[in-house]
């Protein structure tokens, strides 16, 4: 037998590949998971309580009790992902002993550590973590996330800060791309990220792990705009099972999602919808009780 | 005339066979609508989530030009592509075309700890989230084997693997090249 090798980079980032394309949804039981998987979602994020109801009911959001990670595995057989701490190894050491198959280094939970982001070379599972900016994004794949998402603003189903961060993500993209080589050390040093993934997306000319998008998709439109700005798969928190009804609102963005670049497909899905939830204003919101800025 | 290799373009790692299929002098085609399937030579079942695959080709009315082309023109399938592919799916059971005689597993190996990378016949590949093949007719050509199950196997026109070819940079895989020879 030849040589086999587990927990690689390469395994961790070819996961990610697989969901391109797909809706990856939140649900905090296991009914809502199956509603998920029968809508089409490509991968669940079982988690305690979604982002909306977090920012409602305030307190210090952790990692799911296990019991209900287990139930969710048992109850599908798509990809369960769970979220721990930012900088909370101890959470994610317990998230790789239940056999999750990505975990979410999350700003949507309370931050642990307010200075460093988990190692996550450590793990055999692979991660993927929150970014508002190219910086961010290099800086977690320096600590070996295999998938980045572009934050928003969670909980709010105001998508304006997912725009926001994919712009500003794809603006620092294309400076690199047109910058000289010589340039790039004084660049890497302005977005306080590391010289060799810098180089990387010089030569590959994107970020070099896929990078999805999430935090205020609240329409299959949202959806579709997230997709267009250069999102490869949407994470959907509290936009599905805080909307009317939830089988029929994950089912239109799914569909949304596979034909983002045809707007006959993405009208046809956004017809006869229930009301999506009521949206949060970016700026009623409590400079403290912002999500997005969580992470350094 | 240059051929057209299809890959079927719902969801899943596509863009990632292009330089396979470009290395062979061969065209890519994204296959998302019905009409797509006219003008490709062989098809691409890629890797993904095949539950989803399928939830959109029912919701995009697609079954029944797929299953009409499907029977026309050589076909890989990779991982959910594969198990699209097979006759039978366990774990959980689920729809498939029947396009060659074998029963698949889904999630064969277990979770995303039990991905792993081996060599198939020389060239590197990745097992993620895999499939097993738990049975094979006897009219299935073993074209490859790993811990103890066939992993690529082949009946007419149609070849399927378990694992992904695709992710390796050295293009074309064994995999692509067998494809093309069929058209």
Not at chain 1, 1 to 13: A, H, P
Not at chain 1, 40 to 69: H, Y
Not at chain 1, 155 to 176: D, Q
């Amino acid at each position: 037998m030849t040589k086999e090798n587990f927990g690689t980079y390469k395994l961790k980032t070819g996961l990610a590949e697989m969901l391109k394309g797909g809706v990856i949804m939140d649900v905090v039981t296991a009914e809502q998971a199956k509603i998920a998987q029968e809508a089409g979602a490509i991968a669940v994020m079982a988690l305690e309580r979604v982002p909306s109801d977090i920012r409602k009911e305030g307190g210090v959001a952790r990692m799911s009790p296990p019991e209900l990670i287990e139930e969710v595995k048992g109850a599908v057989s798509i990809p369960v992902m769970a979220k721990c701490r930012i900088g909370h190894f101890a959470e994610a050491q317990i998230l790789e002993e239940l056999g999750v198959d990505y975990i979410d280094e999350s700003e949507v939970l309370t931050p642990a550590d307010d200075e460093y982001h988990i190692n996550k070379h450590d793990f055999k599972t692979p991660f993927v973590c929150g970014a508002t900016n190219l910086g961010e994004a290099l800086r977690r794949i320096g600590e070996g996330a295999a998938m980045i998402r572009t934050k928003g603003e969670p909980g709010t189903g105001n998508i304006v800060e997912a725009v926001r961060h994919l712009r500003t993500v794809n603006a620092g993209i294309r400076e690199i791309v047109n910058a000289p080589y010589d340039e790039l050390m004084t660049i890497a040093k302005n977005h306080g990220a590391p010289y060799d993934v810098i180089r990387r997306v010089k030569e590959e000319g994107r970020l070099p792990v896929p990078n999805f998008s999430a935090g205020g998709i609240a329409t299959p439109a949202d959806a579709v705009l997230a997709m267009q700005l250069g999102a490869e798969a949407v994470f959907v928190g509290s936009g599905i099972f805080k909307s009317e009804n939830p089988l029929k609102f994950a089912k239109a963005i799914v569909e949304a999602v596979a034909r983002f670049d045809d707007p006959k497909a993405v009208l046809e899905a956004s017809r006869g919808l229930p009301a999506a939830m009521t949206g949060l204003e970016i700026s009623k919101i409590p400079q403290e009780e912002l999500m997005a800025p969580r992470g350094w | 005339m240059t051929k057209v290799i299809g890959i079927l373009a719902l969801q899943g790692a596509i863009e990632v066979h292009k330089k396979h299929i470009e290395a062979l002098g061969a065209k890519a085609l994204y296959v998302k609508r019905e009409e797509d399937l006219d003008s490709i030579d062989a098809l691409i079942l890629p890797g993904g989530e095949s539950s989803t695959m399928l939830k959109l080709i029912n919701v995009f009315d697609m079954t029944d030009a797929i299953v009409k082309r499907l029977k026309e023109i050589p076909l890989l399938g990779i991982c959910a592509g594969c198990i699209l592919l097979a006759r039978e799916v366990k774990q959980p059971e689920q729809f498939s075309f029947n396009m060659i005689d074998i029963e698949v597993t889904r999630n064969g190996y277990g979770t995303q700890q039990d991905s792993h990378e081996a060599q198939i016949n020389g060239y590197d590949v990745t097992f993620i989230r895999a499939p097993i093949i738990s049975k094979i007719g006897e009219n299935v050509e073993i074209l490859a084997s790993h811990r103890d199950h066939p992993v690529w196997v082949k009946q007419g026109n149609v070849t399927v693997a378990t694992f992904h070819p695709e992710l390796n940079t050295q293009a074309p895989s064994p995999m692509h090249t067998q494809l093309f020879n069929l058209i």
